[in-house]
């Protein structure tokens, strides 16, 4: 570790002094100087704001993201029903939607790309830490078709309120915030933030902080590290801190913010016990909006971010590789006034948008070239409200050039030199039919097209993270799918229920094939095209048993997804298996509890040559309570993970076959943690 990490160490021990000090001074405040309370609508993949989505979404915001927050954006999103993750240790995961991952999802931090390297390979982390995040929303499958078709499995945007989009205080102005402390005993966590906002009617102001420290992570067994053993996870601790400044100026029609945000991570990696990754991203946003415009367009909104980021693979302290990009993104999108037709007035927004990124290598394990990504594409939205429900369409057409410009040491890797250009063209279309009062069902039918990554065109080397040289495919064609899904949505009071069913269909799904050849040692691995198709299910409910003074509610949730290469008759590799799931949570006054269960199913449908994984079941409970702290609101929360201490290994992960048996899912842990608002 370097010497500055005890400094950052020290940012956990001064939130709990914050927080203190603001709430006491926010307390003092008149009630007109607190945040005002928004209403939460999803804002992804639905740019109109309806109430009701067409699209199957998740969102985790409040208190239920506090509960559900893990140091990876994969786990914490991997108990929604859909979604898994990757799983490669427990400091680097990103989620897996349907089956898919990768650059088949779009990670968004307010609906820009978050540029990173995290879908190059699964030991490379996102960068961005779920503790400093407002609301996580996820849409499932290929509808949000203004986020390109890199998105067709699925997209996750981050959102938080650095750049506030709407006026956060009163004419008289004020100071709110609140601030997180949380330690947890599997991985001997110590995490903090503080979040604090400023203003009046015309101007906002943002800034905040946060730090993460971790050791090995606990194991249910004893598992080798150097030749020693221990109930750790050999190389998983982690040091992660990041803060950022914000700044928005409201006005009668509209906003205009900016902000810059530093995120920092040195974590181990489980793949290697002497190499540690040491990653950095710095991001700069320009956001801004008109309403209320007359002529053709109603609103006006563009955003730019800047995002720079790298991350060095530490051998004993020195640079093996150097990992970087430079990322930009440009986006335009107008709501045009309702146009007139023979069923009614139709609204939409209609878009472009600009993106770069440039991609650079260098060292021994630099398996791909550097590169440069520049995409333009238009889009739009369109739907049509009727009595009985909604109808939507949506199109987007891009232009993609992807540049290899070789190694950084005179092509010594012999990378393929050249350009490639492609026109990926998307349509989706969509229902919602309000059948019955509580009844609704829903229909998205898609045709989407994803153009190959740099990686998947023009890598040539060792891959450490999948144990194989993977070459690349510089001529590889559009990847095609059509998409179907379709849902049922009950709501009776606190009693609802809902089921969706979805079917992609590829006709040149790009997937890392064995050559049946090895090279330095290793199995030789190329991209190639092959016919693909994803089937599956998610259902989940809620129901009220008890409301008498206290309240007692019974959540279940169930899913599969079944992944076929139809080219070879085999599954395709790293698939969830099935899973079922239930929660009784008991509330009452300030008081709050849970118990819940997830089962997965054995997995056997593997690739030729593949290790299958066994079914496993964790236990997992949680309590809280809400009180005042410096007569500011607050709660306490403690949650325990892995009751049972039970030895799980997730299908979902490249580990569990270029390592099995040395990195399980954590054993046992309690986390316990404090939120004042102020």
Not at 97 to 114: E, Q
Not at 136 to 163: H, T
Request: include cysteine; proline fraction near 5%.
């Amino acid at each position: 570790m370097n010497p500055s990490t005890a400094r950052k160490g020290q940012l956990t021990l001064c939130v709990s002094a914050l927080a203190s000090l603001f709430s006491g001074w926010a307390a003092a405040q008149t009630p007109s100087t607190q945040v005002r309370d928004l209403p939460t609508v999803i804002i992804t993949g639905n740019p109109l704001g309806a109430t009701e989505l067409i699209a199957p979404a998740s969102v985790l915001t409040g208190s239920e993201l506090v509960f559900d927050t893990k140091p990876t954006l994969g786990e914490t999103l991997g108990a929604l029903p859909g979604l898994s993750s990757t799983y490669f240790g427990p400091n680097s995961s990103r989620p897996v939607i349907r089956g898919l991952d990768g650059d088949r999802l779009k990670l968004l931090a307010n609906g820009t790309s978050l540029s990173d390297v995290s879908g190059l390979s699964f030991d490379h982390a996102v960068s961005a830490d779920p503790l400093t995040v407002e609301r996580i929303e996820v849409l499932r499958g290929p509808a949000a078709l203004q986020y390109g078709g890199n998105a067709l499995g699925g997209v996750v945007n981050l959102i938080d309120n650095r750049i506030a989009r709407q006026a956060q205080f009163d004419t008289q102005g004020g100071v709110a915030g609140k601030a997180h402390v949380s330690g947890a005993t599997g991985n001997r966590e110590q995490s903090g933030a503080v979040l604090l906002e400023a203003g009046n009617h015309r101007y906002t102001l943002h800034a905040d902080v946060m730090s993460r420290n971790t050791q090995d992570v606990a194991a249910p067994i004893a598992l080798d590290c150097n030749g020693n053993l221990a109930r750790r996870i050999c190389n998983s601790a982690s040091q992660a801190w990041g803060g950022a400044l914000g700044g928005t100026l409201h006005f009668d029609q509209g906003y205009l913010g900016a902000s810059v945000a530093t995120q920092s991570n040195l974590y181990g990696s489980v793949a290697d016990p002497a190499v540690q990754l040491d990653m950095r991203s710095n991001r700069y946003a320009l956001e801004g909006e008109v309403r209320g415009l007359s002529g053709a367009f109603e609103s006006v909104k563009a955003q730019f971010t800047q995002s720079d980021y790298r991350h060095a693979e530490l051998e004993g302290g020195t640079v093996g590789t150097l990992f970087a990009t430079q990322g930009s993104d440009l986006r335009l999108q107008a709501r045009h006034v309702p146009l007139a037709s023979p069923w009614g007035a139709v609204q939409g927004v209609v878009g472009a948008q600009l993106e770069t990124q440039r991609f650079s290598a260098d060292g021994a394990e630099a398996f791909a070239p550097s590169s440069q990504t520049q995409q333009s594409a238009v889009f739009a939205h369109e739907e049509l409200n009727r009595a009985w429900g909604r109808l939507s369409a949506g199109a987007r057409v891009e232009q993609v050039s992807v540049t290899s410009s070789g190694g950084p040491d005179a092509n010594a890797n012999g990378f393929a030199l050249g350009q490639r250009q492609f026109t990926p063209v998307s349509y989706a279309l969509g229902a919602l039919w309000k059948v019955a009062p509580a009844w609704s069902l829903t229909s998205n039918l898609s045709w989407s097209a994803r153009a190959p990554r740099d990686y998947e065109l023009f890598a040539k080397g060792e891959h450490v993270a999948t144990k194989a040289y993977e070459r690349g495919n510089d001529q590889l064609s559009l990847e095609r799918s059509s998409n179907l899904d379709l849902g049922a949505q009950w709501r009776s009071g606190a009693h609802h229920a809902k089921l969706n069913v979805f079917v992609n269909q590829f006709s040149n799904y790009i997937s890392l094939e064995p050559s049946g050849l090895t090279e330095h040692g290793l199995p030789d691995y190329q991209y190639t095209q092959v016919q693909a198709r994803f089937t599956g299910a998610e259902a989940r409910g809620q129901w009220r048993l008890v409301d008498a003074g206290h309240k007692l509610d019974l959540a279940l949730r169930w899913d599969m997804v079944r992944a076929d290469n139809l080219s070879t008759g085999q599954a395709l590799p790293r698939i969830a298996p099935m899973r079922t799931g239930a929660t009784l949570t008991w509330s009452a006054g300030p008081w709050q509890t849970r118990l819940g269960v997830d089962q997965w199913a054995a997995q056997d449908r593997v690739p030729a040559n593949e290790r299958a994984s066994e079914g496993y079941t964790l236990w997992h409970a949680m309590a809280s309570y809400q009180t005042r702290v410096a007569k500011s609101p607050a709660f306490w929360y403690a949650r325990v993970d892995n009751i049972g201490n039970t030895l799980a290994y997730p299908a979902s992960s490249i580990l569990t076959q270029t390592l099995p048996g040395l990195v399980p899912l954590p054993g046992r842990s309690l986390k316990a943690g404090l939120q004042v608002q102020f």
